[in-house]
């Protein structure tokens, strides 16, 4: 696995702040995050006490869309969508459900449905084509709420985080967020080029 660019962990109880690290990593491994986060900076103060984590997100994976992973061609009832890669199967089906409706659609095995042709033939087959199976991105966010969750200190219950497509910001406490610590959280997200 790659190292993480920047990854600090700063505390007044510094032998604290390396066994933070350590676990930190550990999760980061454990949920295949190492990759996805080039920079990290956590601050820790236990009398305080508050938790702040801030990092940035390397450039991800594109998402993959229905004509990225099926075969897509004309039959006599309409639009034939073969899936080729077996894990996307039951999500672009479900698509398909959704957008077009569950009673509409005609299962001709478990990677394979047809989809009736409404209006403009070649507009259908560009939109069914552009339907996104799969989205890096969302498996992300939810990858690192599932970390944050993780790494947290026990008992630190008032949460305040934003998440997006470059970066996240996170601050934990036992107490209300103080105004201070939402400008500790800036001043590291600053420093990291957030």
Known sequence: MEPLEVFTVDSEDLEGAEKYKEVIS???MDLNLVRAIGRLKVY???KAPVFIIVGLFRPGLARLT?????DISSVNEGLLVSVREEQYSSKAIGRLWSKYGRENIIQTDRAAVIVPVKGDFAKQMDDVSAITVYDPQEELKKNVIDALLRITPEGFRVRKHFIDQHMLAFIASEDPIKPEWLEICRKLRSSIGA
């Open 26 to 28: 550990d999760i980061l």
């Open 44 to 46: 820790v103060d236990p």
């Open 66 to 70: 229905l004509g990225d992973v099926a």
